[in-house]
């Protein structure tokens, strides 16, 4: 039976992820929480600068359309962020280093 509402996919542990091809990687969506969408894809699968635009443009869509800060970050480390993009500067960047 399919799900009343898209809140009630947040209350089930037995959703497989959104899978869709951005350049030639697969990434996955994941839907834990309703205010977070975690991605994740293997980065062995970039094979090249055509597969790093995509991803790139990929952080910019996303953080365009909600208007919020997306980051790529290691797996397990939510502190160490490889690039992010910013709503108010519009960029994917590297972070700055303080």
Not at 51 to 65: F, I, P, S
């Amino acid at each position: 039976m399919p799900p009343e509402s898209a809140a009630d996919l947040f209350r089930t542990e037995d959703v497989p992820p959104l899978l869709v091809k951005v350049g030639g990687v697969e990434v996955f969506c994941w839907f834990y929480l309703e205010d977070q969408i975690e991605l994740s894809f293997d980065p062995r699968e970039v094979a090249g600068e055509d597969d790093l635009v995509a991803l790139v443009e990929l952080l910019a869509g996303l953080g365009r359309c909600t208007e919020k800060r997306v980051v790529l970050i290691y797996e397990g480390a939510p502190d160490w962020v490889i690039l992010e993009y910013r709503p108010e500067s519009g960029l994917v960047q590297r972070p700055v280093k303080s």
